[in-house]
């Protein structure tokens, strides 16, 4: 009997394989913005992504609007679409990335390569004064190497960007 749960380790541990584990290493750079406007604005940002991976990314671009976690450590809760006011759904019909001055909802980045895009954000009359905490998440939602498991987590990077407008200058808690 002793002889048999070695063995049996043994097959387990020889069966166990890191060939369907794929590497996913993204950055992005800068990792946050604080805007403070008074009046409106054409705000115009460079955003980079380096693939760090050895395969080919595609990556879906998302905007998410956040709060402080209530956590002492620290930290953000995105907000579900259904819970944002209409100045965030004004501010997001503004907020566009680009790519060689084409508006993208995707990207795909070969093995380590860096992409630079530009942020724009059109702060008109239409967007109501106020702060406002968001991010813009570049998203990976690949099928073929999603799981089998009912939960799934999509691997994603983000910048956050954290704007006051016609406000005065505030103290961030973040």
Do not use: C
Not at 11 to 19: I, K, P, T, W
Not at 66 to 77: A, D, E, Q, T, Y
Not at 131 to 150: R, V
């Amino acid at each position: 009997m002793k002889k048999i749960i070695p063995l049996f380790l043994l097959l387990f541990f020889l069966g166990v394989s890191n060939a369907d584990a794929e590497e996913f290493s993204i950055g992005m750079s800068p990792s946050s913005f604080i805007i403070n406007i008074e009046k409106p604005s054409q705000i115009e940002e460079k955003i980079l992504l380096k693939n760090q991976s050895a395969e080919k990314i595609a990556l879906e671009r998302s905007i998410k609007a956040f709060v402080p976690s209530k956590n002492p450590r620290g930290g953000i809760v995105f907000l579900e679409d259904r819970q944002l006011d209409e100045k965030y759904t004004q501010l997001f019909k503004h907020t566009l990335v680009f790519e060689n001055n084409q508006i993208i909802e995707r990207v795909i980045l070969d093995a380590h390569e860096t992409k630079q895009l530009d942020l724009s954000i059109d702060i008109n009359e239409a967007v109501p004064f106020g702060e406002y905490y968001f991010s813009i998440l570049f998203i990976s939602k690949d099928i073929n190497n999603a799981s089998s498991s009912a939960t799934t987590v999509w691997p994603a990077v983000a910048t956050n960007i954290i704007l006051s407008y016609g406000t005065k200058k505030r103290k961030y808690i973040f």
